[in-house]
């Protein structure tokens, strides 16, 4: 009769234990979803910087590029190419 009942209270104990890990994890889980909401978030803002940041290099280098005389022409005609390619593009997606 005793044997039962020492094991019954180890059933309760473990039960017990394991009802608080259960608790405690779905606590970590809400907080982890949480910390990736907020970095999600983060990465998004990091990446449309990441890209106006390009754009702006993109921008003074033509500003370089088209600033010296000798370079002109050849931006000038990388220009129309870039031009002649978009429009092949759009060709492309027309079909």
């Known amino acids: 009769m005793q044997e039962l009942k020492d094991l019954t209270e180890d059933i309760q104990k ?3 234990e394991l009802v608080k890990l259960y608790k405690r994890s779905v606590e970590e889980n ?3 979803k ?3 909401k907020e970095l999600r978030n983060k990465v998004g803002t990091l990446e449309a910087k990441i890209k106006e940041q390009a754009e702006q290099i993109v921008k003074l280098q ?3 590029f088209l ?3 000798t370079n002109r ?3 000038k ?3 129309n190419e870039l031009v002649r390619e978009i429009d092949h593009c759009l060709q492309l997606l027309e079909v």
């Open 14 to 16: 473990k039960s017990a």
């Open 30 to 32: 809400i907080s982890l």
């Open 34 to 36: 949480s910390k990736n």
């Open 62 to 64: 033509m500003l370089k």
């Open 67 to 69: 600033g010296e005389e």
């Open 73 to 75: 022409k050849e931006a």
């Open 77 to 79: 005609m990388k220009l």
